[in-house]
């Protein structure tokens, strides 16, 4: 499914130039292109979601203007670009800088935040009650559970820890994660167990109705009561649900760019930002540009809306 030409017309996203091959008159190379980029005289292709942790700030043309910033807060919707990004150390982490994204101080029930740690860093627990999910997007982590076992999680990988689980995140590079938390919505005997795992390892679902890719990082059963969507689209693609919900979402774009409908509202979004969504707020997305996009949604689940 392609857009409507009118909304190809409405909405202009820049995308960067090529940088142009490298040049150079010395010597030959019979391989293949794309058998050796050494070979071939092309420079080899960034990280993975290496576009999240080095963001273009602003365009071009309006990255050196004073006071610049794409964020925007509403009372049902925040859009929080790079630029906007403060860190400082996080309460009982060992060198590790922490950017809150979203916290119920803008009206959600959970946190989104990015840690950044380095040599020597190491986590503090989450207050008691609260589950959290780790995703890394750069580096790597060795995460210790209380049962002893330990996990080497890289890029793309992730863990979720139930509420009051004791175990300890460690790093000796330069590692940045996304972290989600919140209160665990407790139901009679259904405990979550910890889940460790990678995206690539998540089967893909099926879509009804729709075009994009879905993983989800979680089992969806009664004893998780949110669950992290990873959702693909390629060029051109498009939601076709304009969703109203009573779920809440928070929103990190790991790769691509496109336009994005909050409300009234049409943003233009790309790698690096973080969107999150109120309750029943009109939401829709088109991906744009010439590469495909790639996002990691929180959602909450499994629970009735009166408890």
């Not at 060992?94 to 101080?105: D, E, K, M, Q, R």
């Not at 665990?184 to 910890?194: S, V, W």
């Not at 969806?220 to 076709?240: A, R, S």
Request: a negative charge; hydrophobic letters at 40%.
């Amino acid at each position: 499914m392609m857009l409507p030409r009118l909304l190809l017309l409405a909405f202009v996203v820049s995308v960067p130039p090529r940088a142009s091959a490298a040049g150079g008159g010395e010597g030959f190379c019979s391989a293949e292109p794309s058998a050796s980029s050494e070979c071939s005289g092309r420079p080899p292709p960034p990280p993975l979601y290496w576009k999240v942790t080095n963001p273009t700030l602003a365009p071009a043309h309006l990255q050196d203007l004073p006071g610049f910033t794409r964020s925007v807060y509403k009372r049902d919707h925040a859009l929080i670009t790079p630029e906007s990004h403060v860190f400082s150390p996080l309460p009982d982490w060992v060198n590790t800088l922490g950017a809150y994204l979203i916290s119920p101080a803008i009206g959600a029930h959970f946190t989104m935040y990015l840690a950044k740690m380095h040599d020597g860093s190491k986590s503090a627990l989450p207050p008691k009650g609260v589950e959290r999910l780790i995703f890394v997007l750069q580096g790597s982590i060795l995460l210790s559970l209380e049962s002893g076992n330990t996990h080497s999680l890289l890029v793309d990988s992730y863990a979720y820890l139930p509420a009051n689980m004791k175990h300890t995140v460690v790093s000796d590079e330069l590692t940045t994660l996304v972290i989600f938390e919140r209160r665990y919505a407790t139901i009679e005997d259904y405990h979550p167990d910890p889940i460790i795992g990678s995206t690539d390892k998540q089967p893909l679902l099926e879509t009804p109705g729709e075009v994009f890719e879905l993983r989800k990082l979680l089992p969806t059963c009664l004893h998780y009561d949110f669950n992290i969507h990873i959702m693909d689209f390629q060029p051109g693609e498009y939601l076709n649900v304009k969703e109203v919900h009573y779920n809440q979402h928070g929103l990190l774009l790991l790769e691509g760019q496109g336009i994005y409908r909050l409300g009234d509202s049409w943003y233009p979004v790309q790698s690096g930002d973080t969107i999150w969504m109120a309750p029943f707020v009109p939401q829709w997305y088109a991906a744009l540009g010439k590469t495909k996009t790639r996002y990691l949604l929180y959602k909450d689940v499994n629970r009735d809306p009166l408890i």
